[in-house]
């Protein structure tokens, strides 16, 4: 299998070319232009200005609906010192919730890399890199700010002074001290940024290193991070749900008249969808049919269900394990005519409004805004 490392193909054709499962990482594809592709499945992930598909550009939908998914995402485009604040306590918030789920893991499973990407622990080495290059240096001046465990990104040609042990595996807790210590930093300096610091430019220093020696807008060096941090968490997330066990739980969402049903276990101090674990040989509509009406005694046909929604969280009450939640729906003709009771298993039916979301598991906490209307 050809593999192309660090190679200039800028300006090369292909013609009936078969690229069936290649995988292009850290590649410019500025200008590039395919025509006449076929593609069953096609994954793009990276940063794009304009993306035209069939001669539409995606870019604004795509940023749209990734608003609408997580709307602390606009919030990393500030226009003023008190937007940077805010989405700094954003990042801080979000960061610290993640080392929490990070710490139920061995810590071996935290210098594993996940398809190659870099491992929890090099994230977070790479993030304090980041700081000491664009604040510590560029905006503070300070030349050579390194910590012996910082880590550049891999594509960065060695430079004076600046360390790259990517040998290296300190524990979490010497990471996060090292990471502390820049957090506090950057706290700092955007406690004191005003209108005028935030559209000045900054006073290059002397020395040679990372960035180059220049004078760079404040702006741009803030913003930078707030890329950086952004991003980096999203993909720790991501690996971080690979590294963590996982149970899957079939549930049914059935939304009436704006709320939706929900049911409290026996023991149990939160609310869930009705659903649960599949059984060996069922598909998850079966196991829904099933679980639905052992809790609430009714009974939906397997094949009368929809899956609507699917994703990965952290399952409640079992520290180091992730839910794979997949949501059915059934329409109205396929659900008795009576209201759903609580069978010996469950303590509690009810039905929510969204404004009822903290009474229920994290989980579904997690998933209303996408199962209720607000």
């Known amino acids: 299998m050809p593999d192309f490392n660090q190679q200039d193909l800028a300006g090369a054709r292909f013609r009936f070319v078969r690229l069936r499962d290649a995988r292009f990482h850290e590649v410019d594809l500025s200008g590039a232009v395919i025509r006449g592709a076929y593609a069953s499945s096609l994954e793009l992930a990276g940063d794009f200005g304009k993306l035209l ?18 709307p602390d995402r606009a919030a990393m485009r500030p226009s003023d010192p008190a937007g940077f604040r805010r989405a700094w306590q954003i990042l801080e918030r979000r960061w610290q919730q993640t080392v ?20 929890f622990i090099e994230t977070l080495r790479h993030l304090s890199f980041a700081t000491d290059a664009w604040v510590v240096r560029a905006v503070l001046g300070e030349a050579v700010p390194w910590h012996p ?9 060695d430079s004076p002074g600046v360390p790259r042990d990517r040998d290296a595996r300190p524990s979490l807790d010497e990471v996060l001290a090292v990471r502390a210590g820049r957090t506090a930093t950057m706290r700092r300096v955007l406690a004191e940024l005003t209108d005028e610091k935030l559209d000045s430019s900054t006073e290059p220093v002397t020395e040679p290193g990372y960035p180059e020696p220049e004078s760079y807008s404040v702006r741009d060096c803030l913003s930078t991070i707030l890329n950086e941090e952004w991003e980096h968490h ?11 066990p996982v149970v899957v739980a079939a549930t049914w969402a059935w939304v009436r008249d704006g709320r939706l049903l929900v049911v409290r276990p026996a023991g149990q101090d939160a609310f869930f969808l009705p659903g649960g674990t599949p059984e060996a040989g069922e598909t998850l509509a079966e196991t829904t ?27 409640y009450g079992r520290p180091g394990t992730n839910v794979r939640l997949v949501c059915f729906t059934a329409p109205p003709d396929a659900v008795p005519d009576r209201e759903p009771v609580p069978t010996s298993e469950i303590e509690e039916v009810a039905w929510i409004t969204a404004a009822d979301a903290h009474r229920c598991a994290p989980a579904l906490q997690a998933v209303i805004p996408q199962l209720l209307p607000a």
């Open 53 to 70: 598909v069939n001669g539409v550009d995606v870019m604004p939908l795509v940023e749209a609906e990734l608003n609408r998914r997580d």
């Open 100 to 119: 929490d789920r990070a710490r139920e893991l061995p810590e071996p499973l935290l210098h594993e890399r996940v398809d190659g990407e870099w491992s």
């Open 149 to 157: 465990l910082d880590l550049p990104h891999d594509d960065m040609p």
């Open 234 to 244: 999203t993909f720790a997330e991501r690996d971080l749900a690979v590294l963590t």
């Open 289 to 315: 049919a099933r679980e639905v009406e052992e809790e609430t005694g009714l009974r939906v046909p397997a094949g009368r269900f929809t899956q609507v929604l699917e994703t990965v969280l952290p399952a």
